[in-house]
T-cell receptor, first 114, second 112 residues
Framework: DAGVIQSPRHEVTEMGQEVTLRCKPI?????LFWYRQTMMRGLELLIY????????DSGMPEDRFSAKMPNASFSTLKIQPSEPRDSAVYFC????????????FGPGTRLLVL | KQEVTQIPAALSVPEGENLVLNCSFT??????LQWFRQDPGKGLTSLLL?????REQTSGRLNASLDKSSGRSTLYIAASQPGDSATYLC???????????FGKGITLSVRP
């Protein structure tokens, strides 16, 4: 298996633009997670899905952020409109059995909002 | 609310040294504790997972211990190598269907 795949790997955009991050989990994994990592706050869980259904979105910072999982092999995280404080590395991860078991992380998308 | 602390934030050691990385958590009612490694510009890689009923787990030169009652875990790295240079993150889970709560990590540099 190729592992968790994320695209793009790097994104530079201007404030106010829409940003869409993409993730393909490991095949057969029932859980998908979106994280954000910054120097100040560390790694924070934004939202996670179980069998394509959002379970916990309490970490989504505000209405500008939205996430979807239309099928078992694809998820998106969208920021609209983007702001400079959204600059961070965004990781997608997946796990097989439960959110408490081993999670497998993608390489991340490094986002810079100017 | 569970909080995970890793101190110090950075550590530099000479090659060959045995070292211990510390992790503390505030709520001792955990389901498991996990250690991850993160290389610069990369995602996280799972190293070890210790269930709440276990005291330690070993993988090669790595040994992780867990003391739930005191809210502490340690990651022991034997005979450190420059290739061990990375950031090591600790995460705890409070229930089977609960999410991971991460510490901010310890950035380790092993000098040749």
């Amino acid at each position: 298996d190729a592992g968790v795949i994320q695209s793009p790997r790097h994104e530079v955009t201007e404030m106010g633009q829409e940003v869409t991050l993409r993730c393909k989990p490991i095949s057969g994994h029932d859980y998908l997670f979106w994280y954000r990592q910054t120097m100040m706050r560390g790694l924070e869980l934004l939202i996670y899905f179980n069998n394509n259904v959002p379970i916990d979105d309490s970490g989504m910072p505000e209405d500008r952020f939205s996430a979807k999982m239309p099928n078992a092999s694809f998820s998106t995280l969208k920021i609209q409109p983007s702001e400079p404080r959204d600059s961070a590395v965004y990781f997608c991860a997946s796990s097989l059995i439960s959110p408490g078991e081993t999670q497998y992380f993608g390489p991340g998308t490094r986002l810079l909002v100017l | 609310k569970q909080e995970v602390t890793q101190i110090p934030a950075a550590l530099s050691v000479p090659e060959g040294e045995n070292l211990v990385l510390n992790c503390s958590f505030t709520d001792s009612a955990i389901y498991n504790l996990q250690w991850f490694r993160q290389d610069p510009g990369k995602g996280l890689t799972s190293l070890l997972l210790i269930q709440s009923s276990q005291r330690e787990q070993t993988s090669g030169r790595l040994n992780a211990s867990l003391d739930k009652s005191s809210g502490r875990s340690t990651l022991y790295i034997a005979a450190s190598q420059p290739g061990d240079s990375a950031t090591y993150l600790c995460a705890v889970v409070t229930g089977a269907n609960s999410k991971l709560t991460f510490g901010k990590g310890i950035t380790l540099s092993v000098r040749p």
